[in-house]
């Protein structure tokens, strides 16, 4: 061993210990969902006791997402958790109390005895897909690991008052000769009962044999009289009837009931010339729209207005077919600009050879995972060097040349469309203002990018190559904005070589979302 | 030191010797310490869990242990005891017999020469070291919970994956790199001003590991609350 040079031993020292970091964070350590792309929704918990940031959501008890965090809102807990694309939650078609029939429903349930907790969801069957950012609705509250134990100890004081119970009746030695008594008494009882029988043989035999007869008899009769049966019992129950309103009507008195019913006739001859007067009116009113007269006549007679009424009728709804129309081409037009996904970033470089900054400003707009339009502006204090020969002197001993070298068009413009494959993205277009491509490898969630763009083809003796490497704080710091600032090193030009240099720097992007939730903490007006 | 750092010459063979000296020089114990580490650990672990029947957490609770602390802090010790007591000797014992001002005669920067490489040769090392006994920790924590406290892999395994964050292993790595700052400057600064002959060596030697090594366990407290 002592013969390996230092290089080569500092060399596999090195290799082992990146050899390890690789395996503990991609075997050991939790990268779940990096592949297959996540789904962040929200859900309101009354109570979110044992959820923690990385609790497990599960379905049908496999991990399809995990909590990434819990927030205090108002009096209630926003639980934030992200579920794999590849699992589609329903939002469900809305019903009475906010309730989402077939849609998605998650609850809190226990995980062990020592009260850690997982999301169990249930994905719901009918109505929209929900997307980022979107709220879970059905969430069905439950008790924890507190209201399990309560549950447990009313039940245990339940049964200690049992025992206390029973302990006071018969625990000490008063309950033993109680017990004792009891069980003496039912022993005498018993006793005596077998005395009787024994004594009573005969006569008991002989009730037995005479209550045998008696049923016997009576399902004879039920058998023979089964048809008469339900006869009988209707007029029984009609005679019943007769009688008790005869009983009433006797109660009511005979003197009572003369002075009620001349009342009564004066009430209804009052009623029957007020139902004669209406009567009049009504035959008026029907003669009047017989003959087509007033409004309801001519609507009800004139056959015009009903063929104008047809008339209207089609066109509105000739109308209101080209409203629907509309609406569904506007939809589909706005559709595609609503999943438009927008990253924008700004970006800073210190270009150590040229002791100069280069700014890149870029809006990347991604219609799709699998697509991008990548637009930009840059200020790039090379520029382009363009070298010319001039005669400054003609005089007699000959004209005298002078070499100038200019730098000009500092500000670039890019514009390049991109295909994104997984964690490999390629782009051609217009890079610094000229023709060019591009590849980018996106690795650990996007945390780590590397880009390659070879551009200006004919500006010099070589393409121009630029490697750019981007390495967001999200990848080794657990900090809010990793995701948005980044460092950033390169070399530019490495192949002509008098334009070569290298830089460092440092930028940040802002996705829609970002956008979004800044704008929702400006405020209004 | 951070002025030496930028001015040229630039010493690449002194930085990949000390890098050899550190890195490679450190490695048997780093893998005997991790190895034995891990194993004790998920050994008593899987004790206290079995007490309430919660020993699927042996895995999970061991690989958290030594990646967010025991891997940065054992390891650091480790170095601390090897490396950091070396370079004081070595550096002491120059200044004792004079070397340090014979360079100094000949325009040679001492501390270009003698300190900077060490401390970022072990500014580098220390969180490959640290990888290296949290990766021989996790695999000796699956031999004794699986092969002889008898718990089952699937639980074991997944519990790990389930708990463990690459934030855990990555932070426990910055500060293994900010450990190899300390302990290696700790170590050159007692060397370097040692004085007093073969006596002086030997307590500049004593001085910087047993300074190294609290430094490393009082930071460690504030690095832990810094990072997560």
């Given at each position: 061993m002592s013969k390996l040079s230092t290089p080569f031993k500092v060399g596999i020292v090195i290799l082992i210990g990146i050899l390890m970091t690789v395996i503990m964070v991609l075997r050991f350590a939790s990268n779940w969902g990096q592949d297959e792309g996540t789904v962040t929704l929200h859900a309101y918990f009354d109570d979110a006791t044992g959820l923690a940031p990385k609790s497990l959501v599960k379905v049908a008890g496999i991990q399809v997402g995990e909590v990434v965090s819990i927030e205090l809102e108002g009096t209630r807990a926003l639980v934030t958790f992200k579920v794999l694309k590849s699992m589609p939650i329903y939002?469900?078609?809305?019903?009475?109390?906010?309730?989402?029939?077939?849609?998605?429903?998650?609850?809190?349930?226990?995980?062990?005895?020592?009260?850690?907790?997982?999301?169990?969801?249930?994905?719901?069957?009918?109505?929209?897909?929900?997307t980022d950012g979107d709220e879970l609705k059905n969430v069905v509250q439950t008790g924890g690991a507190e209201a399990l134990l309560?549950?447990?100890?009313?039940?245990?004081?339940?049964?200690?008052?049992?025992?206390?119970?029973?302990?006071?009746?018969?625990?000490?030695?008063?309950?033993?000769?109680?017990?004792?008594?009891?069980?003496?008494?039912?022993?005498?009882?018993?006793?005596?009962?077998?005395?009787?029988?024994?004594?009573?043989?005969?006569?008991?035999?002989?009730?037995?044999?005479?209550?045998?007869?008696?049923?016997?008899?009576?399902?004879?009769?039920?058998?023979?009289?089964?048809?008469?049966?339900?006869?009988?019992?209707?007029?029984?129950?009609?005679?019943?009837?007769?009688?008790?309103?005869?009983?009433?009507?006797?109660?009511?008195g005979v003197g009572d009931t003369l002075d009620t019913t001349k009342d009564g006739i004066t009430q209804l001859r009052a009623?029957?010339?007020?139902?004669?007067?209406?009567?009049?009116?009504?035959?008026?009113?029907?003669?009047?729209?017989?003959?087509?007269?007033g409004t309801v006549g001519k609507l009800l007679k004139d056959d015009s207005i009903a063929n104008e009424a047809q008339a209207l009728l089609t066109e509105t709804r000739s109308l209101i077919k080209q409203g629907s129309e509309t609406v569904e081409s506007a939809n589909s037009l706005i559709k595609p600009i609503s999943d438009l996904d927008v990253d924008i970033s700004l970006r800073g470089d210190y270009l150590i050879n040229a002791n100069a900054f280069r700014v890149d400003f870029g809006v990347r707009l991604i219609p799709n995972p699998s697509k991008f339009y990548q637009l930009g502006i840059v200020f790039d204090p090379h520029g382009y060097t363009t070298t010319k020969s001039v005669m400054t002197d003609s005089s007699v001993s000959g004209p005298v040349y002078e070499t100038i070298t200019t730098n000009e068009d500092t500000v670039k413009f890019n514009l390049?469309?991109?295909?994104?494959?997984?964690?490999?993205?390629?782009?051609?277009?217009?890079?610094?203002?000229?023709?060019?491509?591009?590849?980018?490898?996106?690795?650990?969630?996007?945390?780590?990018?590397?880009?390659?763009d070879m551009f200006a083809f004919n500006d010099n003796k070589y393409p121009r190559l630029r490697g750019t490497m981007l390495l967001y704080f999200s990848l080794f710091l657990p900090w809010e904005w990793g995701k948005t600032f980044y460092l950033s090193a390169g070399f530019d030009d490495p192949i002509n070589t008098n334009l070569f240099d290298y830089f460092v720097g440092l930028g940040f992007r802002f996705t829609d979302n970002d956008i979004k939730s800044m704008m929702s903490i400006i405020p209004k007006p | 030191m951070l002025a030496a750092t930028v001015r040229p010459p630039y010493r690449f063979k002194q930085l990949l010797l000390s890098m050899e000296f550190v890195g490679f020089g450190s490695l048997i114990i780093i893998l005997l310490s991790g190895f034995f580490s891990g194993a004790i650990l998920a050994y008593e672990c899987a004790y206290a869990f079995g007490l309430f029947g919660a020993d699927a957490l042996t895995g999970s609770t061991v690989a958290l242990a030594l990646c967010r602390e025991l891997g940065p802090v054992?390891?650091?010790?480790?170095?601390?005891?090897?490396?950091?007591?070396?370079?004081?000797?070595?550096?002491?014992?120059?200044?004792?017999?004079?070397?340090?001002?014979?360079?100094?005669?000949?325009?040679?920067?001492p501390v270009q020469y003698l300190i900077v490489p060490r401390v970022w040769a072990t500014v580098i090392m220390m969180p490959i070291l640290c990888a290296i006994f949290d990766f021989v920790g996790i695999v000796a924590a699956y031999v004794v919970g699986i092969g002889f406290a008898g718990i089952e892999f699937g639980a074991f395994d997944s519990m790990i994956d389930n708990l463990l964050h690459p934030y855990d292993v990555t932070g426990g790595m910055i500060k293994a790199a900010v450990f190899g700052l300390i302990l290696s400057f700790i170590g050159c600064y007692k060397g370097y001003y040692a004085s007093g002959g073969a006596k002086g060596v030997g307590e500049a030697t004593t001085d910087s590991v047993v300074y190294a090594s609290v430094s490393v366990l009082i930071i460690d407290y504030f690095l832990s609350m810094i990072i997560w």
């Open positions: 939002e469900g078609v809305e019903e009475a109390d906010n309730y989402m029939r077939n849609g998605g429903t998650i609850t809190k349930k226990l995980s062990g005895i020592l009260g850690d907790y997982h999301l169990q969801l249930t994905p719901g069957i009918e109505g929209r897909v929900l309560n549950d447990a100890g009313k039940i245990l004081k339940d049964v200690s008052e049992v025992t206390n119970t029973l302990s006071t009746v018969f625990g000490g030695p008063e309950g033993e000769k109680n017990i004792k008594e009891i069980l003496e008494n039912l022993n005498a009882t018993t006793e005596s009962l077998r005395q009787i029988t024994n004594d009573n043989t005969e006569k008991i035999s002989a009730i037995i044999s005479y209550v045998e007869q008696i049923t016997k008899n009576g399902a004879d009769l039920l058998e023979t009289g089964n048809d008469k049966l339900p006869q009988l019992v209707d007029n029984l129950s009609e005679l019943v009837a007769d009688l008790q309103a005869t009983i009433d009507s006797v109660k009511a009623s029957i010339d007020k139902l004669d007067r209406t009567l009049e009116s009504i035959r008026h009113i029907a003669q009047n729209v017989e003959n087509g007269e390049q469309y991109g295909v994104r494959w997984r964690w490999f993205a390629g782009r051609f277009g217009i890079i610094d203002s000229t023709g060019g491509l591009g590849g980018d490898l996106m690795l650990f969630d996007d945390d780590l990018q590397v880009k390659f | 054992l390891s650091a010790i480790m170095v601390a005891g090897r490396a950091s007591s070396g370079m004081a000797t070595v550096i002491g014992t120059m200044r004792v017999t004079e070397q340090i001002d014979a360079m100094k005669t000949m325009a040679v920067d």
